[in-house]
């Protein structure tokens, strides 16, 4: 049987971005890993976990969660620094 450990290492995903995608799609964190994976295979799928990640700093910003805010703006950048190519 596959762990959620087993799952983040297969994925390349940070726990913090797996816990934002099971947020925002309401999601258990296991299926929230597998459609991670998934979804960062495609440069469609990074965009949307990128929008993902950008709503989710938001919410926790409006709720006044800064922990939070600085835990998923630290994963969105490391996230980006990974998946996204730069723009010029």
């Given at each position: 049987?596959?762990?959620l450990?087993?799952?983040?290492?297969?994925?390349?995903l940070t726990?913090?971005?797996?816990?934002?995608?099971?947020?925002r799609?309401?999601?258990?964190?296991?299926?929230?890993?597998?459609?991670g994976?998934?979804?960062s295979c495609?440069?469609?799928?990074c965009?949307?976990i990128d929008h993902?990640?950008?709503?989710s700093?938001?919410?926790a910003?409006?709720?006044?969660?800064?922990r939070?805010?600085?835990?998923l703006?630290?994963?969105?950048d490391?996230?980006r620094?990974?998946?996204?190519?730069?723009q010029?």
């Amino acid at each position: 049987m596959l762990t959620l450990r087993d799952c983040l290492d297969m994925c390349d995903l940070t726990p913090e971005v797996v816990e934002a995608i099971a947020d925002r799609e309401r999601l258990p964190a296991i299926l929230a890993a597998q459609l991670g994976c998934c979804l960062s295979c495609t440069p469609d799928g990074c965009r949307h976990i990128d929008h993902l990640l950008s709503a989710s700093i938001a919410d926790a910003a409006r709720q006044r969660n800064f922990r939070r805010c600085v835990r998923l703006r630290r994963a969105r950048d490391q996230f980006r620094a990974a998946h996204l190519p730069r723009q010029a």
